[in-house]
């Protein structure tokens, strides 16, 4: 989901449409994905409070890619780990989202 949202924030048409071919996603797919990153994810208790770690502040617009683009590694596979376990943590028992209730 990270690797196909940030390629959906500055795709071509032909991309989406070799993803779709390769993949299996379904541009409606890669859409809704985009507008959780963007309007979802962003309200969402973890995020306001795991935002004051960066700075400057991520780029709200440019999610996922602006957050990835923080984890910094030796290469591409190891600063998507680095996301991934940040991100990870909204998986944990007691980590408040919007859909969970509280």
Do not use: Y
């Amino acid at each position: 989901m990270v690797l196909l949202s940030v390629m959906q924030s500055g795709v071509t048409d032909t991309l989406i449409n070799e993803l779709q071919l390769h993949l299996g996603v379904a541009r409606r797919k890669l859409q809704r994905w985009r507008h959780w990153w963007r309007e979802i994810f962003v309200a969402t208790p973890f995020w306001n409070l795991g935002r004051g770690r960066f700075m400057p502040p991520i780029e709200h617009a440019a999610l996922p890619m602006s957050l990835l683009d923080r984890f910094s590694g030796r290469d591409a596979q190891s600063s998507l780990v680095r996301c991934l376990q940040f991100l990870a943590q909204l998986s944990r028992p007691g980590v408040i989202t919007l859909n969970d209730g509280r």
